[in-house]
């Protein structure tokens, strides 16, 4: 008699959950805007005398960054690095190594040197 194992079709989505339905990359960002939200709670409320009410005002929009790099996986990447791949194609000159035209060919054989620099940063 056969032993069936069901296996799932993409191991990649497989998290391992911590605590709840967090895991550790949540825990961590949780945790960092806990701990920085208790203090700027503590020095706008014990120091400065304002409401809870402001504060909280104040707070949301400072958390809601470091939460969203625990949280936001735009196209199944962490967000750090698909914000790292949005500017590095950003800053990228717009180069093209295509040569079916004259004035490209010109202007790729001007810029040699560029398009090699650019080739060796790639990854």
């Known amino acids: 008699m056969a032993l069936r ?5 993409e191991i990649k989505t497989y998290k391992e959950r911590i605590i709840g339905t967090m895991d550790l990359r949540q825990l961590i960002c949780a945790t960092i805007a806990f701990i920085y939200s208790a203090g700027i709670i503590y020095f706008l ?10 504060a909280g005002n104040v707070l949301i929009p400072l958390d809601m960054p470091v939460l969203a790099f625990g949280w936001i ?6 967000l750090e690095k698909y914000i ?3 500017l590095h194609y950003q800053q990228m000159n717009g180069l093209r190594i295509y040569e079916n035209r004259k004035e490209v060919s010109l202007h790729v054989h001007k810029n040699r040197g560029k398009i090699k620099e650019y080739k060796e940063d790639r990854p």
């Open 45 to 54: 409320v014990w120091k400065l005398h304002w409401s809870m009410d402001s």
């Open 5 to 9: 194992v069901r296996v799932p079709k």
């Open 73 to 78: 996986r735009p196209k199944g990447m962490p």
């Open 84 to 86: 790292g791949i949005i």
